[in-house]
């Protein structure tokens, strides 16, 4: 008998002897089922008083349509997600954003909580719970437990527990914003199950409630389309189906997402939207890259995601440019990486026919981080652990599988096994137990983040202002000089790192204006002044602090020499940006209306922008 015969042998058996909803299963679950709960609220409980952070601003505090409660759902479910905050919808991202479901609850939370944050992060770590205990009972239907294992010992809780342990999930948790992401695994998760258990019961109820969960797991977050081939990929591999059945269990979902779909159109206005080249590097870090470069980086990126699945340190928040390198397919990196995906493709079709577990979780894997990857189109950063957190339910599955059938036929003494996997399990404790504090706010993060993110541009800019800040609270002068003056270095740094990068600019000019409070030294601070106009000639900072710096009487010699070298030969003559040369000039006007260095120059700026009136004034 062949393989092949074997196993569809086999699923016949299985598919007989199986009672995929039996009676009771929570009150015989009830064990693994309270450690599962309790094991996913004690590792977070310790983040319920932690502070908004990052994007929190966004969908909370700052986003007027959340805080108007009830009253904004309108709004929320007919606007892009980030017109609550700006005030507009705004292009920054391909495809914009519409993620509607958790900027309604955040709104109903806003009624309750206000500016609380510990509610919300009690709503996250809750649901967070709940995602295991929903995933746990999934995993009998697509492994069931035919051999009667200890409840410790088998596929669902192995890998469920793998699942709520593994570090990449803090940033979900622990940031608020992230309640997308939690609501997206969730509500798929509930549209996988109630079309298994139609399947099972052959009842419309079940296909109709898979339709209406799975549409309302899209207004979470778009990744949960992937489950529109997860779903019926799941029903194949975990038992047999007919096509008839699974094109059955097909209609409601493809029906929620084309409603979905009209939804997003009708409130956005388009498909995909801004072009990529227009954005910011900041959200579309590819920008300027070669075809080559581009996928070269992509492969890298993803060989990045296999290896904190398998070994999660060190972690950040901070992918951005640079911290993820430029790369090109010279780069051994690269070459890993496609070589490495390609490898897991060529399992998932040499198990798919037989059914195999591991091409399942595999398949799994791929669906749900190729939407994420940046394959299909720029999604605005390289990468983020958080774009692990569906996929990841793939690479716990393969390593219970591993532990649960693999290793067991190697070594043959149940106990080794069970301290091996046991040593997994606490290593990645220790991991998430420590890595939650980072998320308590904004410094913390910053702070955690520099230690990782080292040629992050964008990490450096924000510890930068997080010293800097500190400096403006320092008591004595010693302590704010040094405080600056390690800012700058990261200043410097942020710009050396991405030269086209405007804030790094706008906080050296200001952290160079607190450190001349210090030492007084004005040569020094207008050298940085200067720095900065090369970099952005129309930085108001600057423009705003000479104008303070005219109106105090003092350093008239050192002010006069950087308008005329400013405004005079650097704007007008090297870049021919005459309206801020002129400026400039005008600046020095204002100290020593009869110089006539500064009249002459005045007057022929005028002539170079056309205006013979005004500089008749200055010529004659």
Request: hydrophobic share 45%.
């Amino acid at each position: 008998m062949s393989a092949r015969e074997k196993s569809v042998k086999k699923k016949k058996i299985t598919d007989k002897v199986v009672n995929y909803f039996p009676a009771g299963f929570w009150k015989n679950k009830l064990l693994p089922g309270t450690i599962l709960v309790l094991l996913s609220i004690g590792l977070y409980a310790y983040s319920l008083g932690f502070d908004f952070v990052l994007d929190d601003g966004i969908v909370v505090q700052k986003n007027e349509i959340v805080k108007k409660g009830i009253g904004g759902i309108g709004e929320l479910l007919t606007q892009e997600s980030f017109a609550g905050y700006f005030g507009e919808q705004k292009d920054l991202l391909v495809g914009a954003r519409y993620r509607p479901l958790s900027l309604i609850s955040f709104s109903l939370e806003y009624g309750i909580f206000k500016e609380n944050p510990m509610g919300y992060h009690a709503l996250n770590v809750l649901f967070y719970a709940l995602t295991a205990l929903l995933l746990y009972r999934i995993l009998f239907l697509l492994f069931p437990d035919i051999k009667k294992d200890d409840w410790y010992w088998n596929i669902p809780f192995l890998a469920t527990l793998l699942f709520i342990v593994h570090p990449v999930h803090v940033e979900v948790v622990a940031n608020i914003k992230s309640r997308d992401e939690i609501y997206g695994l969730l509500l798929s998760l509930g549209a996988l199950y109630f079309s298994l258990k139609y399947l099972h019961s052959k009842k419309i109820l079940p296909l109709i409630l898979s339709g209406i969960i799975f549409g309302i797991a899209l207004l979470a977050k778009e990744n949960a389309a992937t489950f529109l081939a997860v779903i019926p990929l799941s029903a194949y591999f975990s038992r047999k189906v007919s096509a008839k059945h699974i094109a059955f269990i097909l209609i409601p979902l493809v029906i929620a997402f084309g409603i979905y779909f009209l939804m997003r159109y009708s409130a956005i206005g388009y498909i995909k939207g801004a072009d990529p080249n227009s954005l910011s590097i900041m959200n579309n870090p590819f920008k300027g890259m070669s075809f080559g470069e581009r996928t070269a980086t992509i492969f890298y990126t993803l060989l990045l995601y296999l290896k904190l699945l398998f070994f999660p340190h060190p972690l950040t928040h901070d992918y951005y440019p640079y911290q993820i390198p430029i790369m090109n397919w010279s780069k051994l990196g690269s070459i890993a990486g496609i070589v490495s995906y390609l490898a897991l493709g060529f399992i998932v079709l040499k198990g798919f026919l037989n059914k195999n577990r591991f091409s399942y979780s595999i398949l799994y894997f791929l669906l749900t981080l190729f939407i994420v990857s940046n394959l299909l189109f720029p999604i605005g950063t390289f990468m983020n652990e958080r774009f692990l957190y569906m996929p990841s339910i793939g690479f716990c599955i393969i390593v219970a599988i591993f532990f649960k059938d693999i290793l067991q036929k190697w070594i043959k003494i149940p106990t080794v096994n069970y301290i091996l996997f046991s040593l997994l399990i606490i290593g990645f404790t220790v991991k998430t137990i420590t890595r939650v504090p980072d998320w308590k706010n904004g410094e913390t993060l910053n702070e955690a983040s520099i230690k990782v993110s080292t040629n992050s541009a964008r990490a450096n800019l924000f510890y930068g202002n997080i010293l800097f800040q500190r400096g403006l609270k320092a008591s004595s002068n010693d302590e704010k000089i040094k405080l600056f003056t390690d800012a700058e270095y990261y200043f410097k740094k942020s710009e050396q790192i991405l030269p086209i990068y405007n804030e790094p600019i706008r906080m050296r000019a200001g952290n160079a204006a607190e450190l001349f409070k210090m030492d007084r030294d004005i040569n020094k601070l207008l050298e940085s002044f200067y720095h900065a106009i090369q970099r952005n000639p129309r930085i108001q900072f600057v423009q705003t602090y000479v104008e303070y710096l005219n109106g105090r009487g003092q350093y008239i010699d050192e002010l006069k020499a950087f308008y005329f070298t400013v405004g005079w030969n650097y704007l007008v003559n090297q870049r021919q940006i005459y309206d801020m040369g002129l400026k400039y000039l005008l600046y020095g006007i204002t100290l020593d209306p009869n110089d006539a260095n500064f009249k002459q120059a005045v007057g022929q700026t005028y002539l170079k922008m056309g205006d013979q009136v005004n500089a008749a004034k200055y010529l004659n």
